[in-house]
């Protein structure tokens, strides 16, 4: 098996919410692999600082607004000739009970953690059915498969993103595209600093993740370059967990 599999030179990949993070990882990680990277995140001074570290481009844009999508995702085919990789890896959480959940902090999560796959994919797709090639990757969770108390939304939306990975390989695998999603289990990010500060919560992670520590990010580097390269040519519709073991046992 040649090292070329892996070889994303030529390509290029845009990831979704990776001024920090999951998505920064990943961003330097499909770099490093070779392709032309472009970083996005709503923050225009954290997306600046990190488009010039990694000496990458940037589209600022929220991906929950379809307006500001399309016309990013216009505006970057236009100037890189097209997109091959797309890493829809934006999220956040809000932590509630659903007794207490207000309807429009479940809608703020659905559209950023599910809705805004199909509105980024849909932008993205419409050129790579063109060019009859092009990867996308889901950045799911251990969330997709199991729940936990007061994340009722983000659970929801990561179980329905792990079957829009499916919908949308039913749909565009016959034009070339594959779609696949990685579930990361628990990682040290901004997104959970509050549970990593809770000495307990970190405790029961470690305790329940058999591989017996938190997630670093460039865990996920190797499963994101494999996913994104003609290593995975003939992986269609699968979500790849990243767990250190932590759904493969009970
Ligand atoms: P962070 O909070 O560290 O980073 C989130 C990134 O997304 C930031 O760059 C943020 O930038 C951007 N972002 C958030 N909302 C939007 C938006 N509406 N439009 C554009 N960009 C946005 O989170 P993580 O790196 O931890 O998480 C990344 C992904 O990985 C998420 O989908 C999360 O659910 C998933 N995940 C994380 C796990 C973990 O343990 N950390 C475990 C499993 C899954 P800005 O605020 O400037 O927009």
Redesign the pocket.
């Known amino acids: 098996m040649s090292h070329k599999l892996f070889d994303l030179t030529g390509r290029v990949a845009l990831i979704?919410?990776?001024?920090?993070?999951?998505?920064?990882?990943i961003a330097a990680g499909l770099a490093a692999a070779g392709a032309t990277v472009v970083l996005?995140?709503?923050?225009p001074d954290?997306?600046e600082s990190?488009r010039a570290a990694l000496g990458a481009d940037a589209a600022a844009?929220?991906?929950?607004?379809e307006a500001q999508v399309t016309s990013a995702v216009a505006e970057l085919a236009e100037r890189h000739g097209g997109i091959d990789i797309l890493v829809?890896?934006?999220?956040?959480?809000h932590r509630q009970p659903l007794l207490d959940l207000a309807l429009a902090d479940w809608e703020a999560v659905l559209r950023?953690?599910l809705t805004?796959a199909f509105v980024v994919g849909r932008a993205v797709a419409q050129g790579m059915i063109e060019r009859r090639r092009g990867k996308i990757i889901n950045?799911?969770?251990?969330?997709t498969d199991l729940a936990r108390p007061s994340i009722a939304p983000?659970t929801a939306a990561?179980g329905g993103l792990r079957n829009l990975t499916r919908a949308m390989t039913a749909e565009w695998a016959g034009h070339g595209l594959q779609v696949n999603g990685i579930?990361?289990?628990?990682?040290?990010?901004?997104?959970?600093s509050a549970?990593v500060a809770d000495s307990e919560f970190s405790a029961w992670v470690t305790g329940r993740t058999p591989a017996g520590r938190?997630?670093a990010?460039a865990d996920l580097v190797g499963p994101a370059v494999f996913l994104a390269s003609d290593a995975s040519a003939f992986v269609n519709g699968q979500v790849l967990f990243v767990d250190g073991g932590m759904t493969a046992v009970v």
């Open positions: 979704t919410g990776s001024s920090r993070g999951i998505g920064h990882a996005n995140g709503r923050d954290r997306l990190a844009f929220d991906v929950t607004d829809n890896n934006a999220g956040f959480q950023t953690d805004s950045i799911c969770s251990v969330q983000y990561k579930a990361p289990g628990y990682f040290n990010t901004e997104l959970t549970l938190w997630g990010v």
